[in-house]
């Protein structure tokens, strides 16, 4: 559709342009007076499906309506939360973490993206970014990729963190399994080995949590056990724990509420549902999706 409608108004536009040529050419200005009129809006529209073309996924489409809506500016400040997500599955359940930290809800193992070196500094000198002021920093969360920046360089920002930018990447993803499955004894691995599934990326849009407008985003792997961890998992099926639960898809999906108890009170973090496996059709099939990698495990 987007290409059609290109077509179409550019070939109203050169269809407009001739017309004024042939009315210049008769002296008759009121008709030449009446295509410029017409090219006149012609032109924006053209302007705009040259722009709508370029625009290849659904965030930066949000994006440009957001913009032609007035709702955002070049200088309106966007939180960023760039993350991964671990989808460990053991017959028809997940296994899921309590967030010791905030929310006191399970979801699944993982978190947000760390700089590295002097990515930081970089970003302040490139895109001026700033601190997330929603969530206090410590120790934990230094270095987290959990900013904020105007919306003008929102997509160079993302071009970076694709493609150049000093950061974990996909080959390594252990710091988040250790710190919430290896330090804490849940297991004693040695590796892991896991298959990178996609990409989660919601439009930008406002959110409701935090009351600013955010970009979101989420790459999801996927747990290949060995016959000795999927073991160990199974026994950890067996032995109820305040840390972790066991939990079916449908479970998820309803965060935890279950009517038919009366228990209406949300107990699984919402952006849990972007890793079980009736969502992957869903995710975006970046570079590298598909890939499994293995990494050692530094024991404590």
Same mark, same amino acid.
């Given at each position: 559709?987007?290409?059609?409608?290109?077509?179409?108004?550019?070939?109203?536009?050169?269809?407009?342009?001739?017309?004024?040529?042939?009315?210049?050419?008769?002296?008759?200005?009121?008709?030449?007076?009446?295509?410029?009129?017409?090219?006149?809006?012609?032109?924006?529209?053209?302007?705009?499906?040259?722009?709508?073309?370029?625009?290849?996924?659904?965030?930066?489409?949000?994006?440009?309506?957001?913009?032609?809506?007035?709702?955002?500016?070049?200088?309106?400040?966007?939180?960023?939360?760039?993350?991964?997500?671990?989808?460990?599955?053991?017959?028809?359940?997940?296994?899921?973490?309590?967030?010791?930290?905030?929310?006191?809800?399970?979801?699944?193992?993982?978190?947000?993206?760390?700089?590295?070196?002097?990515?930081?500094?970089?970003?302040?000198?490139?895109? *001026? +970014? $700033?601190?997330?002021? @929603?969530?206090?920093?410590? !120790?934990?969360?230094?270095?987290?990729? &959990?900013?904020?920046? =105007?919306?003008?360089?929102?997509?160079? *920002? +993302? $071009?970076?963190?694709? @493609?150049?930018?000093?950061? !974990?990447?996909?080959?390594?993803?252990? &710091?988040?399994?250790? =710190?919430?499955?290896?330090?804490?004894?849940? +297991?004693?691995?040695?590796?892991?080995?896991?298959?990178?599934?996609?990409?989660?990326?919601?439009?930008?849009?406002?959110? =409701?949590?935090?009351?600013?407008?955010?970009?979101?985003?989420?790459?999801?792997?996927?747990?290949?056990?060995?016959?000795?961890?999927?073991?160990?998992?199974?026994?950890?099926?067996?032995?109820?724990?305040?840390?972790?639960?066991?939990?079916?898809?449908?479970?998820?999906?309803?965060?935890?509420?279950?009517?038919?108890?009366?228990?209406?009170?949300?107990?699984?973090?919402?952006?849990?549902?972007?890793?079980?496996?009736?969502?992957?059709?869903?995710?975006?099939?970046?570079?590298?999706?598909?890939?499994?990698?293995?990494?050692?495990?530094?024991?404590?």
């Amino acid at each position: 559709m987007k290409i059609v409608r290109l077509i179409g108004i550019g070939f109203l536009s050169i269809i407009s342009i001739a017309v004024i040529f042939v009315f210049e050419i008769k002296n008759l200005p009121a008709g030449s007076s009446l295509s410029g009129v017409v090219l006149g809006f012609s032109l924006p529209g053209l302007w705009h499906s040259i722009q709508d073309l370029m625009d290849t996924t659904n965030w930066k489409v949000s994006q440009r309506k957001l913009k032609r809506g007035g709702f955002i500016k070049d200088d309106t400040l966007i939180r960023i939360s760039f993350a991964y997500l671990y989808r460990i599955k053991i017959s028809d359940k997940y296994l899921l973490i309590k967030n010791e930290r905030g929310t006191g809800k399970f979801q699944p193992v993982g978190g947000v993206y760390k700089l590295k070196g002097n990515e930081k500094i970089e970003l302040k000198n490139l895109f *001026f +970014v $700033k601190d997330d002021d @929603k969530v206090p920093i410590d !120790e934990s969360s230094r270095d987290d990729y &959990r900013l904020r920046m =105007e919306n003008k360089y929102l997509r160079k *920002f +993302v $071009k970076r963190f694709n @493609k150049k930018a000093e950061r !974990e990447r996909i080959e390594n993803l252990s &710091r988040e399994f250790e =710190e919430e499955l290896i330090k804490t004894g849940i +297991v004693n691995w040695d590796h892991i080995t896991y298959r990178f599934c996609g990409r989660h990326m919601t439009e930008l849009k406002f959110g =409701e949590h935090f009351q600013t407008y955010e970009l979101l985003l989420a790459d999801v792997v996927e747990l290949m056990p060995s016959p000795e961890q999927e073991a160990d998992l199974r026994r950890m099926m067996e032995e109820p724990s305040d840390r972790y639960r066991f939990v079916p898809a449908q479970e998820i999906i309803s965060l935890g509420i279950n009517t038919s108890t009366g228990n209406l009170m949300e107990s699984i973090g919402d952006h849990t549902k972007k890793t079980i496996q009736e969502n992957e059709g869903k995710l975006l099939k970046i570079p590298g999706v598909g890939k499994v990698y293995t990494v050692p495990l530094n024991n404590c």
